[in-house]
């Protein structure tokens, strides 16, 4: 393979084979150590540089009950990852003058309030719609069926002021795209995506549950899901609801996900300007960047911007870096996974980010009371007595994928405090910088005026 290492990710690399003198592959290495620390039963991984595919591999078990290896052809379910597919089927149809961007959606529904007018696909699809979430309603129920609902419903805010991830909008969007096209949605990823690419492990089980039955259409070699739970792994698939399909539950394999980036790359499955769309932010009101494009998420890394979206959290992560022509690719089987190993690859090419330096803490019993956090979250142990009354969504974290994040990053060694702003009400806003023995992360925390975290959240990429 030909990974643009750095001399870093060299050093770490030189591991004598026993008996030989060959290199071990230090993206396997970093793979297999995050699967064993995390529990992973399997995992399948794909670089692409240059619009080229340097590396595809599969590794361990896709189905534990028959042991069943992965390759780079086996199916994982990709969550909300399936919305790079998504935007890729939205901006073909635009393509074809199907409909545009810039249409009202009330267009497309008899009946729309006029709340509607003023929102265009383009809202959907960047999540600024204002749409309120629909919830409720059966796994049975068309996208039609929800949209009326939706209809009933008052925003949930002014459209264009923010970005507001949910799912109303995608399956809104949907309704539309299979209008339009009169085609379900299966049938237009099926049309748009895996015939001109010829895509081999990609597609829907539809499944259902109706009463006590569950029932799907048969997939050759998906990948089972599981969930490491009380010492031991849990059959734990998600079943998504068919009108949800453009927003999660797809299936796709390393392989199929890395030939749809390469052609969106090389120009051979939309147009260089379709493709801008999907990988820039789209405007708000104000003219700040929303955190969506097309169905594509945006993030910061290394001071570079990254496009993509991850799922599951972690049953799988798409990362492209457009400046460096690199995407990484990295599907698991573990739902109690946290979304590492797209980061920690691109590590291996990326030159170091600038270590900023530490600041002077003035306030060491607040770090010390982080770091006993932490320490106390890996153990499997969350006092919601650290935490103030609102904050019973950080208990619930660290005591499930926060839990299991801080366990595949393996012991905590530092903990060092990078700035820090005041607010309101002697509330305090700090930035860590925690190194772990597998990686370094930085986390976002807030606490009250009497020590008592409000917020106490990692992050994927840069501070912003």
Known sequence: M??????????????????????ADPVDDLVRGYMEAAHIPGAAVAVIEDGRIVKLEGYGQANLEWEAPVTPDTPFQTASASKV???VVLMRLVEQGALSLDDPISAFFEGAPDSWRAITVRHLAGHTSGLAEVRGQPNTATTLEVAAEAMKLPLAYPTGTESRYGLTDFVVMTAIMETVSGL?????????IVEPLD?????FTMMRE??????????PGRARVYGWRDGVQRDEEFIYPVHAYAAGGLYSSARDIATLMAALEGGRLLRPESFALLSSPAKLNDGRDGGF???????RYHGLTTVGHTGGPALADVMHIPSEDLTV????????????LSHAIADLSLPPAPAAPAIADARPELTAGLRAMLEEAVAGRVDPAAFTADAAGLVGFYQDFG???LAAVGPLQAVELMNERPGDAGELRRRYRVRFERRTLEFVVRTDATGLFSEVRPLSGDDI
Do not use: C, K
């Not at 109706?210 to 997939?219: L, Q």
């Open 293 to 299: 494009g097309v169905g594509w998420t945006f993030d």
């Open 184 to 192: 379900s949605y299966p049938d237009l990823v099926r049309r748009e």
């Open 210 to 219: 109706t009463g006590p039955v569950r029932a799907a259409e048969i997939m």
């Open 329 to 340: 690719i990295a599907l698991t089987n573990q739902r109690r996974f946290y979304p590492l």
């Open 85 to 87: 597919f998504a935007g």
């Open 2 to 23: 030909s990974l643009r290492l750095t001399s870093a990710a060299l050093a770490g690399a030189s591991i004598l084979w026993a008996g030989g003198t060959a290199l």
């Open 403 to 405: 839990q299991a994040m």
């Open 199 to 203: 895509l081999t492990h990609t597609g």
